[in-house]
């Protein structure tokens, strides 16, 4: 029983985390490793990943490079989307035409995190190909923890196109 237990923790803490209705995954949406740049001379530092948590601005530079060391994508509102021809191309197993998923958020060359059922699983699938077009996009939040030159933990940032301009990304 206890090794029941502890293989069941273990599963848990490696598996991404699904909070309420929304789903954390660490990393970042995308190929290569983002670079991110300060928009203006000032950024909107939160506690946590949470835009209602604590927040305070830290000034900043323009055009300065953001130092981070976590990434975190938040779904916060699914998209459903149905099947539209047969898919065996991830860990979701095979899914047929009519079959209801919940796209949760992009991954990187052309993956997606998706839910079938109670599962969360990876699956590599194109929206016009293999899913009816009706659906939307999943909404999403992307934060990092940024650094200061210390190399400590100051804040979460919200990567967004009012605070950060994305550069080329480093493979």
Known sequence: MAKLLILFLAIISFSPAVI???????????????RLAAKSDELVLHKTPD?????????????????????????KKSAIWTVKREINKGSCGTLSPGVKVEFLQFEAEGWGAFKVGDKICSLKATRDRDFDKAGEWPEVEWWVRVLDNTKAAVGWLLVDAQQVNLLPRKF
């Open 20 to 34: 309420g209705e929304e789903f954390v995954r660490e990393g970042w949406p995308g190929e290569g490793t983002p």
């Open 51 to 75: 835009l209602t948590s604590e927040s305070r601005r830290l000034k900043y530079k323009t055009g300065w490079l953001i130092v981070w060391d976590q990434s975190k994508v938040i779904t």
